[in-house]
């Protein structure tokens, strides 16, 4: 059958829309199964930037005696698509989600066979009365005195992270960043260390597996070198003010006043580069309109 | 699943419609590509509403095609803080510009009664369409900041997916709601274009830039043209009332 553009638009543009829904259909691949990883090692990079074992609530529950409060069976539909099991209205997870908005855990691509492995691990750890200390979580080097200056450097964007991410002030602020400060899509991180100990810290540089951060991250991690840098950054803010109170922030109207300055200017100089234009014409115009 | 209905099978569909219709619409009814000027009608609060609304609009748009097409070099020109302020200032410049103009514009439109005779249900749409994409935007400017450099590395992988016809939505999944009803709201927009005033922008006069000015004015002796008025011709729409005041006293009407 053919087709007229100049005839049919609503069929042509089923026919397209069936072509490009075929193409996207086809494009649309099975993700790459990660390499298997110890369980320790599968929560330290996919659950510790949220969650404790018992070492207290991150921005999710702390998970200590989970598998005693929940059943296996639950634990896998949660984990696996926390968002839809909410919309599903189960009584538990409207709860969880209440008592730690606005965080929404992400959906998991974990197989059947890491998530048991780390719930075992967490039974385990529980039984034995144990805290979860990640093993990666430490520092490739020991911290040194010029590392807190390449590690502002590195935040605000003035050497560039080796990986290809986007310098930290795209998104976060600090009490040094900036005279306008840095980003606040996500949180003012001056109180970084005060907010999670060192051993968090480390581990959620090493695997920022927050929900924003994690696809930006992903393909873009940062170095070990890297690392140590900006957690000297952070250990100096602490230093600094060790009793600041953690997740403080307050917003910044210094931006928002720069752009209302500069939009009188703009008003003030669009009547100036305009200054000529024929006003007294138009009110004429108007004036006999009315008659 | 409404994810995929927002963020895939929306932004196919609101592009499928916006060429189709747009080229459709063009060879049938080419003439129509207009704003359909309402100047005429009215220049003191036009000037503060097209100016300001043209100028912060094609800045905006322009940023945004800048971020999609040129991303690292962004992030590039945006690692030096004060670059990335002027930057950041300039766009939210002309966000401002555009919500002071589409704000006017709206007044404009709902409060004189010349130019409300002249507007259609379709013009209305597109005037709150634009006037929540524009509020919205400005409200993302300046309490997500910095967007330049995260509409880099979040927003623009997921357009670019979606230009290749691999659709990722990983990367915009966790952005605030707010972020989320700008870019659902930009494939409505999208979704009208090709049915309403928002074609003009396709056949910019910009000859314009260099044509020396044209006066218009009305030359006709109002008093003769009373004097010898015939009975008054149609009435034009929308401004009835006062028409049928002046066909009482014999004057003669406005017409077109």
Known sequence: ?291 | MHNNLLYIILPYTAFTVAVVFTIYRYRKDGFSYSSLSSQFLESKELFYGSVAWHFGVIGALTGHAIGFLFPKSVLWFNGVPVRLYILETTGLLFGLLALVGIVSLTVRRATSSRVRAVTSKMDVVVVMLLLIQVSLGVYIAVFYRWGSSWFVTSAVPYLRSLWLLQPDLKMIEPLPLIIKLHIVNFYLLLIVFPFSRLVHMLVVPLQYLWRPYQIVIWNWNRRRAQAHAPQPARQPAGVASSADEHAAEGRPVFTR
């Open chain 1, 1 to 291: 059958m053919r087709i007229h553009l100049t005839r049919q638009p609503i069929a042509l543009s089923l026919w397209l829309l069936t072509v490009l829904f075929s193409q996207v259909a086809r494009a649309q691949t099975a993700p790459l199964a990660a390499a298997p990883a110890g369980p320790a090692v599968s929560f330290e990079k996919r659950c510790y930037s949220c969650h404790n074992i018992g070492s207290g609530n991150k921005k999710g529950p702390d998970l200590n005696g989970v598998t005693d409060r929940r059943t296996r069976d639950w634990l896998h539909e949660y984990i696996e698509t926390p968002a839809a099991f909410y919309r599903k209205g189960d009584p538990t997870a409207v709860e969880l989600f209440k008592k730690f908005a606005p965080e929404v855990m992400p959906d998991q691509a974990l197989t059947t066979e890491e998530i048991d492995a780390i719930l075992n691990m967490i039974q385990a750890l529980t039984r034995k009365g144990e805290v979860y200390v990640p093993p990666g979580a430490k520092l490739a080097r020991v911290m040194g005195l010029t590392d807190v200056y390449a590690g502002w450097r590195l935040f605000t964007g003035r050497d560039k992270l080796q990986n290809g991410g986007a310098a930290c002030i795209s998104c976060h602020t600090l009490a040094s960043a900036g005279r306008l400060g840095g980003g606040t899509l996500g949180p003012d991180l001056t109180t970084a260390n005060i907010k999670y100990r060192n051993p968090e810290l480390i581990s959620i540089l090493q695997n920022p597996n927050f929900p924003t951060m994690s696809s930006v991250f992903a393909a873009h991690p940062l170095s070990d070198e890297e690392i140590v840098k900006l957690f000297a950054l952070f250990d100096h803010h602490r230093r600094q003010n060790p009793t600041a109170q953690a997740g403080a922030t307050t917003y910044d109207f210094k931006f928002p006043l720069l752009g209302a300055i500069t939009l009188i200017g703009a008003v003030v100089g669009m009547n100036w580069i305009w200054k000529n234009r024929h006003r007294g014409v138009r009110e004429e115009i108007v004036r006999r309109s009315r008659i």
